[in-house]
């Protein structure tokens, strides 16, 4: 498999993580009963619960954004150096934007999800 396939493959993999994170901080802040009910009456999460969960949505997006460019380089078969190095910088930002969100960290995470949207751009530009 291909360098930026197996990147595609382990970032869906730590959304999968944030998510049991974001899943766990839910449970402990809002009880059992809660999580297991309809969820009639939506509840806000506060805190780091609340930072995974803005952290989470963000994430699924930026995976929405990072796999048609990879995807379209594999079915292409045009990965490069350049390829990937911008899947690493993508991987990497986006690894470093979730503890970075959870822990309230605002100027760096902004400036860890430019690099991580910057990376993607590329891809597209290199996918086109």
């Known amino acids: 498999m291909d360098d930026e396939l197996t990147i595609l ?9 944030t998510l049991l994170a974001q899943s766990t901080g839910a449970l402990s802040q809002l009880g059992m009963g809660y999580v297991l009910s309809a969820r009639d009456d939506p509840r806000e999460l506060t805190g780091i619960a609340g930072r995974l969960e803005r ?18 380089l594999a079915v292409r078969d045009a990965f490069d150096a350049n390829s990937l190095l911008a899947a690493q910088v993508f991987l990497a930002a986006r690894v ?7 822990l309230g960290i605002i100027g760096l995470r902004t400036l860890v999800w430019l690099a991580g949207f910057a990376a993607t751009v590329v891809l597209y530009f290199l996918a086109l």
């Open 9 to 17: 493959a382990l970032y869906g993999l730590w959304v999968a993580l």
């Open 96 to 102: 470093a934007y979730v503890p970075l969100y959870a």
């Open 55 to 72: 952290a989470l949505n963000n994430s699924v997006v930026a995976l929405a954004l990072f796999a048609p460019p990879i995807l379209i």
